[in-house]
């Protein structure tokens, strides 16, 4: 008969899989605006929070919007000595 190879059994899934259900969100830049291309905005780090499957912390950031009156929340990866109520320019 022969074995079955890894690759076989990754197909099947189960353990090979990635558990994604507990996840917080995507961690990402903002979209740069007209201000940003040219100076920066400043956001405060409201939150530390840890995230399933990735091995560093994420940090909610919050900036107000722009042009309108509101805010806007962001999930960053954290640098090494981010803390809550940390201003952050971007």
Excluded: W
Aim: proline letters at 2%; aromatic letters at 14%.
């Amino acid at each position: 008969m022969g074995r079955v190879i890894r690759a076989q059994r990754k197909g099947v899934g189960s353990v090979f899989k990635a558990h994604t259900y507990h996840r917080k969100g995507l961690a990402r830049f903002r979209s740069l605006n007209f201000g940003e291309r040219n100076g920066y905005l400043k956001g405060i780090v409201t939150d530390v929070i840890y995230d399933l499957g990735r091995g560093t912390p994420l940090a909610r950031v919050v900036f107000r919007h722009p042009f309108r009156y509101s805010k806007q929340k962001e999930l960053f990866v954290t640098a090494e000595g981010m803390y809550t109520r940390q201003f952050v320019y971007c």
